[in-house]
Each structure stands twice: as C-alpha cells, then as structure tokens.
C-alpha cells in the first residue's frame, strides 16, 4: 500500500472513510480482498499477501480499518518479520499492547507506517518517526511512504481532493465510493521542483510521483474505499488493476456492525 486519505468525523453521514491505492510489483502473488480467518483465529474482510502473508489493508466486523505502508529508503535493509502482520495485530490486539511490542520490536521490521482506525478517533505509529505512537483526532489525513502528513505532492493533492468529496457527500454511499476511486486513479506527476529525495534517484521519484501508478511490471494494483455510516452500515469497494492500468474485479461488501 503506498498511499491513504482517510477522514475521522468530517461529515455525519460517514464518520470514517479511508480510501488507498496499493502499489506492487505484479509478479507478487497476491488474493484479492475477501473474508478469511488470520491464524489467531480472528475474522477479517482483506487482500493476502500469498508470498510473504498477512496484508496491506484490514478491515473488523466492528468496522475498524489499519493498513501499513513501507518508508522508502534508498537502501533499506530486510526486516526479520513481514510487515503485513501489522495491520491484523493492530485489530486483535489494543492499541496500547501493540505500542508497547512495537517500541521493543520495531527494529525487527523494515521501515513502516501503520494507522488503526475507528469512527471515533485513530492511532498511527512508524519506526521512522523521532515519536512513534501518536493518537489521531477528527480531521483529514494523508499517508505515502514516509511519515504522516508527510507534504508530498500526490499525498496533498489526494487528502485535498478526497477531503472536499467525503464533506460535501450525501447518504448515498455508491456515489462517494466511486468518486474516490476516479480520484484515486490520478496519473498526475509531480513536477520535479517538489519531488522529495528518497535516495532511489530522480526517475525513479518521478515514476512514483503520482497517486496511481501504471506500468507493465509495477504499479497499482488495487484501489479500495472503505465508509463506514453513522448507523453502521459498512461498505467495502475493492478495484482490482493488472499491468498498464487494466481494470480487473471489483469487489462490493456491505454489512451492518
């Protein structure tokens, strides 16, 4: 997952609403978003990482959303765990068991971000951040592959634009998932003045500059949109991608917590 706008309590209607694009290499097995047990036995709607387990994006019955991303690092070191055990831990267990695992063990990961999310407020630690575990209140946010509300282009034009549908929607859940994903399939890039330096070289910056990314051999992969309502409705719309932006499934979830 390279990129998140999600909004806590910014409109009554739809007090949380996360929206994400993953960006993967698409020889990478992977399963597309369903309902499947982890193996501490709880039930959770997300894709499968078939190579390396566990996954970028999680969503509970109760309607709780976390999702991790990678830091990019011009050189990063292999973790000894897979970071996509990450965002089942962050529903399983409460968030002040899993801060205080992370702050013993999160040298044992590659370079992440992770968000638990709830109508109600969020959590956010990585272990690149100077203060890893921050509490996250009411507002609209903004994830890539660096810290929180990290200003990279696409991130702030994304929060932005995604900010401005989800206040302005309406009870009809439809229409906002599929503007977020037309807003989501953004190939814009950025020109290079405000392109950051990541250590991965100018062209590559500018190949990963833009909300979504095409191309034949990495890219997005999958779009999802996750509104939860006022009264408990959650739906779930996943968009699956292959090489050079060809449109796969789509996948729709609806149920009352």
């Not at 009554?12 to 609403?17: C, D, K, Q, T």
């Not at 959770?44 to 994006?57: E, F, K, N, P, Y």
């Not at 994903?181 to 991965?200: M, N, S």
């Not at 992969?221 to 006022?230: D, E, L, M």
Request: negative net charge.
């Amino acid at each position: 997952m390279c990129l998140i706008a999600f909004s806590i309590g910014q409109n009554p209607h739809f007090p949380l609403v996360v929206a994400a694009n993953r960006d993967e290499f698409f020889r990478r097995p992977t399963a597309a978003m369903d309902w499947w047990t982890t193996d501490t036995g709880n039930r959770v709607l997300a894709g499968r990482d078939l190579q390396s387990g566990g996954t970028w994006l999680a969503v509970s019955a109760k309607g709780e959303v976390s999702a991790v991303t990678n830091v990019r690092e011009g050189t990063p070191e292999a973790g000894q765990i897979s970071r996509g055990e990450l965002p089942l831990r962050a529903l399983r267990e409460p968030r002040r068991q899993l801060e205080g695992y992370l702050h013993g063990n999160a040298d044992h990961y590659s370079g992440f971000n992770l968000v638990h999310l709830t109508t109600r407020d969020g959590w956010y630690f990585s272990n690149r951040d100077a203060q890893p575990g921050r509490h996250v209140h009411r507002g609209a946010y903004g994830l890539s592959n660096h810290l929180l509300q990290t200003p990279w282009p696409k991130l702030v034009r994304l929060r932005q634009a995604a900010g401005e549908v989800i206040v302005a929607a309406t009870p009809h859940t439809g229409a906002l998932h599929d503007e977020l994903i037309a807003l989501l399939q953004d190939t814009t890039p950025a020109p290079d003045r405000l392109l950051p330096d990541t250590g991965v070289g100018i062209e590559t910056e500018r190949f990963l500059s833009s909300p979504f990314i095409v191309d034949s051999e990495y890219g997005t992969r999958a779009t999802t949109v996750v509104s939860v309502s006022g009264s408990g409705d959650i739906h779930v719309t996943e968009q699956s991608w292959g090489p050079e932006a060809q449109a796969s499934e789509r996948r729709q979830f609806h149920w009352q917590r």
